[in-house]
Nanobody, 123 residues
């Protein structure tokens, strides 16, 4: 059974930083496209950052490029999202996801999802 468990969310002031972690079981992150998605109240879910299985290609949505960094540690089967210079508009539930394939961005169908972790940025 595949499980993705996010952690690291919380309340932070604008300009602050958070590091999200996603620990996987039942699959090897090294073999999957991995991604971070978010959903704000009343908004559609959006792809924030995604990484190919080889880690050669990383995608960032325009609003977070230069502030967020995605990475993975295959040895501990985990995915991370370092979020710096946070803004109130980054407030959302952040989800970790995994899927097969070689597409470099966050598009397409994603097979596995975590339960999410809340990130709240105060102004």
């Amino acid at each position: 059974q595949v499980q993705l468990v996010e952690s690291g969310g919380g309340l932070v002031q604008a300009g602050g930083s958070l590091r999200l972690s996603c620990t996987a079981s039942g699959l090897a992150v090294a073999d999957y496209r991995m991604g971070w998605f978010r959903q704000a109240p009343g908004a559609a879910r959006e792809g924030v950052s995604c990484i190919t299985s080889t880690s050669y290609t990383k995608y960032y949505t325009a609003s977070v490029a230069g502030r967020f960094t995605i990475s993975r540690n295959n040895a501990v089967n985990a995915l991370y999202l370092q979020m710096d210079n946070l803004k109130p508009e980054d407030t959302a539930i952040y989800y970790c996801a995994a899927t097969r394939g070689v597409v470099a961005d966050c598009s397409g169908s994603w097979n596995y999802w975590g339960q999410g972790t809340q990130v709240t940025v105060s102004s």
